[in-house]
């Protein structure tokens, strides 16, 4: 669908300064496919959950203090720095079952 609109690990290397927001983005998180859609995955421990979110899944809160999962599209129209700006906050469970 949107692969071809994604910017190549070629075109990533050729960005010499890259944001908070891009090294977000490739300091550690994994892919994940969910619903056909290719995601950047990463864990946040209890010790780092240190406000609440809406989990996009299942429409309840993550309190702060529970760890969960972040996860940002690896396939936004606009890049990775635009996904990330855009990443939800969703339970460990319901990322599990999505
Ligand atoms: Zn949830």
Redesign the pocket.
């Known amino acids: 669908m949107a692969r071809s609109r994604r910017t190549n690990k070629y075109q990533r290397a050729a960005q010499s300064e890259l944001s908070d927001v891009t090294r977000l983005a490739y300091g550690g998180a994994r892919r994940e496919t969910r619903r056909g859609t290719e995601w950047f995955v990463r864990d946040i421990p209890a010790h780092r959950a240190e406000k609440s979110y809406r ?6 809160d ?1 309190p702060a203090g529970q760890a969960h999962v972040v996860a940002w599209s690896a396939e936004h129209f606009f890049g990775d720095e635009a996904a990330v700006r855009e990443r939800r906050h ?2 460990a ?2 990322w599990r079952i999505l």
């Open positions: 989990c996009p899944a299942c429409g309840t993550v969703f339970h469970h319901c």
